[in-house]
Every structure is written in C-alpha cells, then in structure tokens.
C-alpha cells in the first residue's frame, strides 16, 4: 500500500484543490465534463490546472460520460468524468451503466448540495449514491475536505483492480470549500502511478487479482488431453487484460477453432485461419454450429450473456466446459461450467502455455471450416450494402483505424464485417447496449490518440440522441468520420418486428429525419449524402482530407430500410436454431 510521503510538508488548502493534486498523483490528463453550481469551486480552481490536465466540455453530461468510456477503454487507463448534482449527475447513469456492464474504468466525481441543505430537497437536490448503486463496483460521499485524499485514492485502486468498472465519488458542496491539511504521495508512488488503497470500512476489500491455482492448471491440461473436437471462445475479458498476445499464443498452439464474442472482437485477429467469426444471437454458421458439435469448450473472459448463451440449457450441449474468468461472480451464473479457472485472463494464459502441446485436431477443423457460409445482400436500388460500405470504407481509410459503434445494426454489420487486428480498436456499447454511446466514445479515443483516425460507424435513430456532440468535435477540433446508417427506421426493431412481430411497424418509421449534411455544417463540420458505393468512396476520400485539417465530417448513406443483420438467433433459441439464415 502507498504511503504518504513522510518528509513531505503538509499543505493546508481547499477541498477543491485537494481533489484536483489527488488526480494529478492518479496521473489523469483528461478530464471530460459539464460544470453547474455545486461543482464549481472545482472548476474555479481547474484553471490552475491546465498545464497539467485538459478538460473537454461536452454539449451534454451523457457525452461526457460516454467520453471518459471510451478514452478508458482505449488507452487501458482510468478515465474521469465530472458533473454537478441534480439532472447533472442523473445525465450520467446511462454511461455509468454502459461503463459498468463493459467493466470499464472510469471515476465519476460529481458535487452535491451543502450539508445545510442536504435531505431537505433542495434545488438540484439527489441522492446519487443511492441511484448509481446498482451500476458501480463501489461508491462514496465525501462529507469533509480531509477525507477527499483517501477516498479518491481508493476509487482509482478499485476501478483499475481486478475486474475493472466505474466508481461514483459524491462530494458535498463544503468539502471543496473547506480547509484541510493535504500530504502528497510519496514521489516514487507519484511517478510510477501506482495505486493507493487504503482500509476504508466502506467500499470492496479485494483489490487484488486471484492467482491460478495449480491444481486447477494440471486439470486443464488433464481435459485437453482427452478432447477431439475443442473450440476456443475469445471473450471481453481477453481485450480488458490486453491478453491478445497470450491468447494468439494459446489458441495457435492449441491449433483448435476460435470464436469470438462482440466484446472480444480485437482479442484474435479476426482475419486468422482459425477464427470461425462472431459468437451467438448474429453469431456466423460457422461458431454457431461449431459450438454445437464440440467435445470441449475454453472460454477465456467470456461472460456467457444471453445473446451469446441464448438458451443456457442447451448451449454445448455435448461438450464439457472450462470456463477462464478474473470474476468468480460469472463462474455457473449462467452456463454450469466443468471446470474453472478464476485469475487474470493474461496471467494464466501465459501460465497455460508453458505446458501446452501440440495437438492435432485437423480432422475437427476440416469438419468446422467446412460449413462456412458467406452472408448475402438483395440489391435495393439507391442503397448501398452493409457489407459493401463497409469494405469500401477499410479500402479507403485502412485496417488500422479505431472504431466506436452505437447500438443496432450498424453495429453487429461492423463486427461482423470488419476484421479487427487489436484490443481496444473497437469500441462498443455491448452490454448495456446503449444507443448514442458512439459519439462520445469516439470523442475520448480521439483525444487520447489524437494522430490516429477514428471512425462512428452508427445508425439514424441512435446518432439522434446524441448528435449534439458535433458541437464538441467542431470546438475543439477532434476530427472524427461518422458514417451514418440511413434506412429511415429503428433497424433493429424492424427487423424484429419483420421476422417475430408479424410486420406489425409500431413506431420504428422515422418518417421525417434530418437533413445530416446540413445538420454537419450546422455544426461547422463537413459532411455528404451517398446513395451509391462509388458516391461513399469519393466521400471517404473527401473525409480524409478534412480531418487532415482538423474538421470532422459526416457521411449520411442510405441503407433499405429490409436490409437485415444475417443470421439470426432468435432470444432464447438454441444456438443453431436460425430464424434467418
């Protein structure tokens, strides 16, 4: 544990300004929010701050926390969001959700009334402890300036330990007013950034990763030697612990199929000869059916969600199941595992693959690769295909890019059609699912990799909710392309209510929508609409010159609005039972 710096003065000063050294020692350099009253003697004292952190103003403080998300998720490092109370602080329960159910780190400090008024239902008034509790790993309130140094320091320990997610510090009003004695860390904690924690009788006490126990090791190695048909599955726990190349290590020696989930795409370079694509609901003939058949399964980060599972009882339904997971909370929650491993997912791949032989299983992969099947698109004039848009785009701009997604098709198109190379290339709101997270997101992985392009792939309906954040691309120059999606009408939706819902369209037509090139320039970015593939790749080209010069663009392309996400799955079905094929 870090200790304060013994020989270090003790300073007496402000809350606020306690707060802000506190995330300097954290080694923060962004900081994305919204200021409002409660929070503002922060903020008055930010402005001593801006040689050392930058702050991002978002339009709005969903953009903000979606920001801090995808920075975090992007970099590896814990990202920061700030807001006042009230509708403030309420404004960020969607990213603190969507944060928590990707486990991504990122500490949310917002400010609250002033103990005179706190529980009289004040202006701005909430108990936002209470509301986020459900959807943080751990949260606090801070009462007084002298408890802000411990307590920030445990927040940063807890979202970065273990399995990583958002923490909530609340801080009431006077304790960024007030005057307390500050020690800074020791210079050798400062510089390495190591974290602190300290043994607060709130919030976890397990901060450290559980270790592979050897016996659970020499198991494994006892199930793979008596597997024929193994399949590998590539979860988000993989990319969380920048495993990849553990994980390409083992599954090339194990020389076994890999599928791979939405959240583990990044984790096996999906272009291998060994990945059999996506995992589940929209998942490819290939894993589906793959699953299915197999004698063993190895599920490294995977936390078996209802739309890779699908129906529990069923899932594997021939193969025993080991299941690799930092989490001992996901072992049996949904798929009863054989066998287990609980550590970090880096850790004990590297430990598996010190033992791990070659196998031959080519008669298995002969079976599995040969029930590929390419995915067909009907021809809508005036429309350009998903798949089509999409390889246009990679043709034009590259492989290498970093992309964010919304929620709905567009989404599951770009995961199934792009091959990604990396961890953190894709970012995704996967398990809250939230429509607008990709702007936002977009906005932190920008900021953090200023010199890279950074694509929005997203939908008409989901660039809606949170297109305001044009604003904050256009103000602070952060170039970014978004291609826009456009078949007039909730996708997904309609594609449920096409195949389950008897074509009955309630509400998913969007009659009336945006003129988005206009809207681009509204904003002072650039934008086009396309209608064809060689109008896109001409757009494409546009784009690339723009954000060469610091101005984002908009691509508005239309997709039919029957163009559907191929296969499907439908919700609680047995994985091979496709509904659309």
Same mark, same amino acid.
């Given at each position: 544990?870090?200790?304060?710096?013994?020989?270090?003065?003790?300073?007496?000063?402000?809350?606020?300004?306690?707060?802000?050294?506190?995330?300097?020692?954290?080694?923060?350099?962004?900081?994305?929010?919204?200021?409002?009253?409660?929070?503002?003697?922060?903020?008055?004292?930010?402005?001593?701050?801006?040689?050392?952190?930058?702050?991002?103003?978002?339009?709005?403080?969903?953009?903000?926390?979606?920001?801090?998300?995808?920075?975090?998720?992007?970099?590896?490092?814990?990202?920061?969001?700030? @807001?006042? $109370? #009230?509708?403030?602080?309420?404004? *960020?329960?969607?990213? &603190?959700?969507? =944060?928590?159910?990707?486990?991504? /780190?990122?500490?949310?400090?917002?400010?609250?009334?002033?103990?005179?008024?706190?529980?009289?239902?004040?202006?701005?008034?909430?108990?936002?402890?209470?509301?986020?509790?459900?959807?943080?790993?751990?949260?606090?309130?801070?009462?007084?300036?002298?408890?802000?140094?411990?307590?920030?320091?445990?927040?940063?320990?807890? @979202?970065? $330990? #273990?399995?990583?997610?958002?923490? *909530?510090?609340?801080? &009431?009003?006077? =304790?960024?007013?007030?005057?307390? /004695?500050?020690?800074?860390?020791?210079?050798?904690?400062?510089?390495?950034?190591?974290?602190?924690?300290?043994?607060?009788?709130?919030?976890?006490?397990?901060?450290?990763?559980?270790?592979?126990?050897?016996?659970?090791?020499?198991?494994?190695?006892?199930?793979?030697?008596?597997?024929?048909?193994?399949?590998?599955?590539?979860?988000?726990?993989?990319?969380?612990?920048?495993?990849?190349?553990?994980?390409?290590?083992? =599954?090339?020696?194990?020389?076994? /199929?890999?599928?791979?989930?939405?959240?583990?795409?990044?984790?096996?370079?999906?272009?291998?000869?060994?990945?059999?694509?996506?995992?589940?609901?929209?998942?490819?003939?290939?894993?589906?059916?793959?699953?299915?058949?197999?004698?063993?399964?190895?599920?490294?980060?995977?936390?078996?969600?209802?739309?890779?599972?699908?129906?529990?009882?069923?899932?594997?339904?021939?193969?025993?199941?080991?299941?690799?997971?930092?989490?001992?909370?996901?072992?049996?929650?949904?798929?009863?595992?054989?066998?287990?491993?609980?550590?970090?997912?880096?850790?004990?791949?590297?430990?598996?693959?010190?033992?791990?032989?070659?196998?031959?299983?080519?008669?298995?992969?002969?079976?599995?690769?040969?029930?590929?099947?390419?995915?067909?698109?009907?021809?809508?004039?005036?429309?350009?295909?998903?798949?089509?848009?999409?390889?246009?785009?990679?043709?034009?701009?590259?492989?290498?890019?970093?992309?964010?997604?919304?929620?709905?098709?567009?989404?599951?198109?770009?995961?199934?059609?792009?091959?990604?190379?990396?961890?953190?290339?894709?970012?995704?709101?996967?398990?809250?699912?939230?429509?607008?997270?990709?702007?936002?997101?977009?906005?932190?992985?920008?900021?953090?990799?200023?010199?890279?392009?950074?694509?929005?792939?997203?939908?008409?309906?989901?660039?809606?909710?949170?297109?305001?954040?044009?604003?904050?691309?256009?103000?602070?120059?952060?170039?970014?392309?978004?291609?826009?999606?456009?078949?007039?009408?909730?996708?997904?939706?309609?594609?449920?209510?096409?195949?389950?819902?008897?074509?009955?369209?309630?509400?998913?037509?969007?009659?009336?929508?945006?003129?988005?090139?206009?809207?681009?320039?509204?904003?002072?970015?650039?934008?086009?609409?396309?209608?064809?593939?060689?109008?896109?790749?001409?757009?494409?080209?546009?784009?690339?010159?723009?954000?060469?010069?610091?101005?984002?663009?908009?691509?508005?392309?239309?997709?039919?609005?029957?163009?559907?996400?191929?296969?499907?799955?439908?919700?609680?079905?047995?994985?091979?039972?496709?509904?659309?094929?």
């Amino acid at each position: 544990m870090e200790k304060a710096d013994t020989n270090a003065t003790e300073i007496i000063q402000s809350g606020a300004k306690t707060l802000l050294d506190c995330l300097v020692e954290q080694g923060v350099d962004t900081i994305f929010g919204y200021p409002g009253g409660t929070i503002l003697n922060v903020y008055d004292e930010l402005v001593g701050y801006q040689d050392k952190m930058k702050h991002v103003l978002t339009a709005h403080e969903q953009g903000a926390s979606h920001a801090a998300d995808g920075y975090a998720r992007s970099t590896g490092k814990t990202g920061v969001c700030f @807001a006042t $109370s #009230g509708p403030g602080c309420t404004n *960020l329960t969607t990213g &603190i959700a969507t =944060a928590y159910f990707d486990s991504s /780190p990122v500490v949310f400090i917002t400010c609250n009334v002033t103990h005179a008024q706190l529980g009289r239902d004040g202006f701005q008034e909430v108990d936002i402890c209470g509301v986020t509790k459900p959807i943080t790993k751990a949260n606090y309130q801070i009462g007084y300036a002298s408890d802000i140094p411990n307590i920030v320091r445990e927040a940063f320990a807890v @979202a970065g $330990s #273990g399995r990583p997610g958002p923490v *909530l510090i609340d801080i &009431i009003k006077d =304790a960024t007013m007030e005057l307390a /004695p500050y020690t800074p860390l020791a210079k050798e904690a400062h510089t390495t950034h190591v974290r602190y924690a300290n043994h607060l009788k709130r919030g976890p006490r397990n901060l450290t990763t559980p270790q592979a126990n050897p016996r659970d090791i020499r198991i494994f190695h006892e199930m793979i030697g008596k597997a024929k048909k193994p399949m590998v599955i590539c979860g988000g726990g993989v990319v969380l612990a920048k495993a990849h190349q553990a994980f390409f290590e083992f =599954a090339t020696k194990l020389d076994a /199929p890999v599928a791979i989930t939405t959240r583990g795409a990044g984790g096996f370079p999906g272009k291998h000869e060994l990945a059999t694509g996506m995992i589940g609901m929209h998942g490819s003939h290939t894993s589906n059916l793959a699953i299915d058949k197999c004698d063993l399964v190895i599920a490294v980060g995977c936390r078996f969600s209802d739309r890779v599972g699908l129906d529990f009882n069923t899932f594997a339904r021939h193969a025993q199941l080991i299941h690799i997971d930092i989490d001992k909370n996901e072992i049996n929650k949904n798929i009863r595992s054989h066998h287990h491993i609980l550590g970090d997912a880096k850790e004990v791949l590297q430990t598996l693959n010190q033992e791990l032989a070659y196998e031959d299983y080519s008669e298995w992969k002969e079976e599995v690769f040969s029930i590929r099947r390419g995915v067909s698109y009907d021809a809508y004039p005036g429309t350009v295909t998903p798949k089509d848009a999409l390889r246009s785009m990679v043709k034009v701009l590259g492989d290498d890019i970093r992309i964010t997604t919304d929620v709905g098709q567009h989404q599951m198109w770009t995961i199934k059609h792009l091959n990604f190379k990396y961890s953190g290339q894709l970012i995704s709101s996967l398990g809250f699912g939230a429509m607008g997270f990709g702007l936002g997101a977009a906005i932190g992985v920008k900021v953090a990799f200023p010199d890279e392009t950074v694509v929005h792939v997203t939908g008409d309906g989901s660039f809606l909710m949170n297109a305001n954040e044009l604003i904050t691309c256009a103000k602070y120059k952060i170039p970014i392309i978004t291609i826009i999606f456009n078949n007039q009408t909730l996708g997904m939706v309609r594609q449920w209510q096409n195949l389950i819902y008897n074509k009955n369209f309630s509400e998913s037509t969007m009659e009336v929508m945006p003129d988005f090139e206009k809207l681009a320039e509204a904003y002072h970015l650039k934008g086009r609409r396309v209608t064809s593939n060689e109008e896109l790749v001409a757009a494409l080209e546009e784009a690339k010159a723009s954000i060469r010069q610091g101005i984002g663009y908009v691509i508005d392309l239309a997709i039919h609005q029957d163009e559907f996400v191929k296969p499907m799955v439908k919700s609680g079905a047995h994985i091979t039972d496709f509904t659309l094929k």
